[in-house]
């Protein structure tokens, strides 16, 4: 097989990193891909920071054992726990993270005031305090550390009253004093809806999955490994679960 019709293996915590793989789908619908979601162990984002480092490192490496030729890591927790290794560890393929989509929504108003949710580690990382550094003096940034919403996703709940009320309780100090909200967890862009009606449609919300999946682009062009077909690619999904309900719900979080 040539290195061009690799795979692009894409990674997360769990189902989360599905909101990722549509945008990269959506961007390079010719591209074949290979999801690893690890929802045995999910949440990460309450873990420590070496279990995440091992558990993601290992990941990683099975989906370039399985051929990849590029990686996502669609997971903001794994990414700031392990970017920097996994790069050192494969230095001549596109290694791609995310992070808060912090400068959109920092960028898209005067003065914004921005709510940035995400999980425990991630708001605790050095990344995401150099992130802010970078914008604290544009805007007023309140981060929210949101542990247990990954887990409503996971269970396929996007819209149940106990969503609901978890959610106004962590919202409840916010409600008409932001303007943005940016979803800092790739599990999060399935609730965006109801936080979208939570807050009414004058506060903007971002995710990063969008502008991942151009870095993604703009890296493999400059590798020259671009799939030059023009046919629609193939999606594997793969989940350390193994059970038909957790790729039962991988396809139609794919398809919201
Ligand atoms: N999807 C992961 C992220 O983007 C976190 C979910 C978890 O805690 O496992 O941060």
């Given at each position: 097989m040539k290195m061009s019709q690799a795979p692009v293996g894409v990674f997360d915590s769990g189902v989360g990193g599905i909101s990722v793989l549509r945008e990269l789908v959506k961007l390079m619908p010719n591209e074949n891909y290979i999801y690893y979601g690890d929802s045995k162990n999910?949440?990460?984002?309450?873990?420590?920071l070496e279990e995440v480092r091992t558990l993601t490192l290992s990941h990683i490496d099975f989906l370039v054992e399985r051929g990849a030729k590029a990686i996502v890591v669609a997971c903001n927790t794994a990414t700031s726990a392990a970017i920097v290794l996994l790069r050192e560890k494969y230095p001549n393929m596109p290694v791609i993270g995310i992070e808060p989509a912090l400068k959109p929504a920092v960028l898209h108003k005067e003065n914004a005031r921005v709510l940035v949710m995400a999980t425990p580690m991630t708001i605790r990382e050095e990344k995401f305090h150099h992130l802010m550094e970078n914008y604290e003096s544009r805007a007023t940034i309140y981060p929210l550390s949101c542990p247990g919403l990954p887990e409503f996703v996971e269970a396929?709940?996007?819209?149940g009253e106990d969503l609901r009320a978890y959610l106004k309780k962590l919202f409840e100090p916010y409600f008409g004093k932001v303007d943005a909200v940016v979803l800092?967890?790739?599990?999060y862009p399935f609730v965006r809806p109801v936080i979208q009606q939570m807050f009414g449609n004058g506060v903007a919300i971002f995710d990063g999955g969008a502008g991942t999946a151009r870095e993604l682009r703009r890296r493999m062009r400059e590798c020259g490994?671009?799939?030059?077909?023009?046919e629609q690619g193939n999606i594997e999904i793969l989940n350390s679960k193994e059970t038909p309900e957790e790729i039962i719900l991988c396809e139609k979080l794919l398809h919201l």
């Open positions: 999910a949440p990460y984002g309450p873990k420590s396929g709940n996007l819209d800092g967890c790739t599990h490994i671009l799939n030059p077909s023009e």
